[in-house]
């Protein structure tokens, strides 16, 4: 019996980001996911104290110059990020969180956290930690895996 692992994780993870979407959703001009994320990464790397700029957003993300200019721009506009000049090169801009940033997080943190612990209803601590081996284990055979020019696995 072929179980399709791949397309399972695949389905599995398209309904979760569906259901993250919603969560997240907010009643004014919503967010995409990507700026979801790109707030929650700004929030991580700022809260060490460490400057974040474009060019890590297009790393972290492996997205396109004008896609993170776009996402940023969005940002600014609704005050939840600032940019300001770097007092050694005035090209370079670090990116900060607003106080309406750092709350629109918090409350996405908040709703994160609480759809986590509905999603794990009735699982017990020995099936997550089986569930979660497994997932290492799947990443670590889909990292050895070396696939040729006709799509199938090399010896």
Known sequence: MSRKTALRIRMLSNELNRKVTEVLKEE???SSAIQ???LNFIH???NGNEPIYQKDIEQE??????TA???????EKRELIERTSCKEDNRLK???LTPSGQH???ENISKLENFDKLLIQG???GELATFFRLLDKLSENSKNIEINKEGRRDA
């Open 123 to 125: 699982i017990s601590e």
């Open 36 to 38: 979801m994320r790109v």
């Open 44 to 46: 991580r790397r700022n």
């Open 28 to 30: 004014e001009e919503p």
């Open 94 to 96: 670090a990116i900060f």
């Open 104 to 106: 629109q997080v918090k």
């Open 69 to 75: 200019t776009g996402i940023l721009q969005r940002l």
């Open 61 to 66: 993300f492996d997205i396109r110059r004008s």
